[in-house]
């Protein structure tokens, strides 16, 4: 199933697996208003969904999951008070969604993933790379300011020292770099990439849904404020597993050696 939000967000659905490829390749799939409008929607849509269990985004044209935001549009889109706090509370929007989402999501990185690109990749549960993926943050080049909330989905991964290295530093890290850093967890070849996550899409597919909702959950609170965390709904979501189907379809298919088939129940 193929659709588009705007011809420069492309989405699809497999199955249970739902794509959203960012379009702009002759600019390296530079991100836009548009664009961050179109991924909030797709996002939105997706998650509404109850077929789809994983969401994967990637970039068109071989070349870059998305080389920044597009500065040609930067007059437009980001000058004056009030564009450039709609610009913000736009992408914002989008990265919120698919950072908060309870479907599995993958990003599929293959060639630049430069500033708003590390954005969109922190904000998904797996980050996977080819080895000519390269990653920077040259927000220092354009006087840009990112949010703290941006800032703290990095930290998050990196640390604050390697996220001051692409911040401050202006250092752009190769595959291999991202990897040791944390920023990826893996780095696979490029001749067969997309194959290989969609073979992991589907298999993530497969599995128990309510597993998955509890594990995100929980995994993110331990992210959050203590304040703010909320262990109650995290308990309540690990009691929920083993008292669905689904936990007593897993036992079954384990015992008798066969495929399990979970529907979230």
């Known amino acids: 199933m193929t659709s588009t939000t705007t011809d420069k967000i492309l989405t699809r659905r497999d199955g249970a697996v739902a794509h959203i490829v960012f379009n702009n390749p002759d600019r390296l799939n530079a991100i836009s208003l548009e664009m961050w409008q179109g991924m909030g929607?797709?996002?939105e849509r997706f998650e509404a969904d109850p077929e789809v269990r994983v969401i994967v985004l990637s970039g068109a044209g071989g070349k870059a999951f998305v080389a920044g935001a597009d500065v040609s549009k930067y007059e437009e889109e980001r000058m004056g008070e009030d564009s450039a706090e709609h610009y913000?509370?736009?992408?914002?929007?989008?990265?919120s969604m698919l950072y908060h989402s309870e479907k599995a999501t993958i990003a599929a990185i293959d060639g630049f993933c430069i500033g708003g690109g590390i954005s969109v990749a922190t904000c998904c549960d797996l980050r996977i790379a080819t080895p000519k993926s390269t990653f920077a943050q040259p927000a220092m080049r354009y006087g840009i300011g990112y949010r703290y909330k941006s800032l703290r989905r990095v930290t998050d991964l990196i640390g604050p020292a390697a996220t001051k290295e692409l911040l401050i530093g202006g250092t752009t890290f190769d595959a291999q770099q991202a990897l040791n850093k944390?920023?990826?967890g893996q780095v696979l070849p490029e001749d067969g990439f997309m194959e290989a996550i969609t073979k992991l899409a589907d298999r993530i597919a497969a599995g128990a849904p309510l597993t998955l909702k509890q594990v995100k959950h929980a995994i993110a609170q331990i992210v959050r404020d203590p304040a703010e965390r909320e262990l109650d709904q995290s308990e309540a979501l690990f009691q929920a597993c083993y008292a669905s189907a689904d936990y007593r379809e897993g036992i079954r298919a384990f015992a008798e050696k066969r495929k399990p088939v979970f529907k979230g129940l």
């Open 41 to 43: 929607d797709a996002v």
């Open 182 to 184: 944390g920023l990826v």
């Open 88 to 95: 913000a509370r736009t992408g914002e929007r989008g990265l």
